[in-house]
């Protein structure tokens, strides 16, 4: 989606609701800000549920309170995805040093008596 699809669901807001009517100019000038919604994996029907839902009984600035909830509602990136795990059971291999010594560390706090068995 780009900034002219962006622009339209602006300016379909006072269709739904009158006191979200916009410009095209201003619809235009608030675009990039939706674009980013959709960056970070937002539907427009989410972008359209949090411009609308909760609106005061009167708006006086219906672009100042579009752009302020734009900036503000922002959600935030998706985490990272997950590294690739790493097998440790290979000596050498990333990681083999400290899983052994958590291993060996564990195994001595059991046949001490100690501590939890692990699940």
């Given amino acids: 989606m780009g ?6 669901l602006l300016s379909s807001l006072g269709r739904a609701e009158p006191r979200l009517t916009l410009s095209a100019a201003e619809a235009a000038r608030l ?8 960056a970070v994996g937002a539907s427009a029907a989410q972008v359209r549920a949090a411009l609308t839902q909760g609106l ?3 708006v ?4 100042a309170l579009v752009r302020d909830r734009l900036e503000r509602k922002r959600p935030s990136p998706p985490p990272a995805a997950p590294s690739a795990p790493v ?4 000596a050498g291999a990333p990681g083999f ?15 001490r008596g100690r501590g939890p068995v692990p699940a």
């Fill in 3 to 8: 900034a002219g699809a962006a622009a339209r």
């Fill in 31 to 38: 675009a990039p800000l939706v674009e980013e919604w959709w």
């Fill in 56 to 58: 005061p009984e009167r």
């Fill in 60 to 63: 006086y600035a219906p672009g």
């Fill in 87 to 90: 097998d440790a059971r290979e």
């Fill in 97 to 111: 040093v400290s899983a052994a010594i958590r291993g060996a560390e564990l195994a001595r706090t059991l046949l």
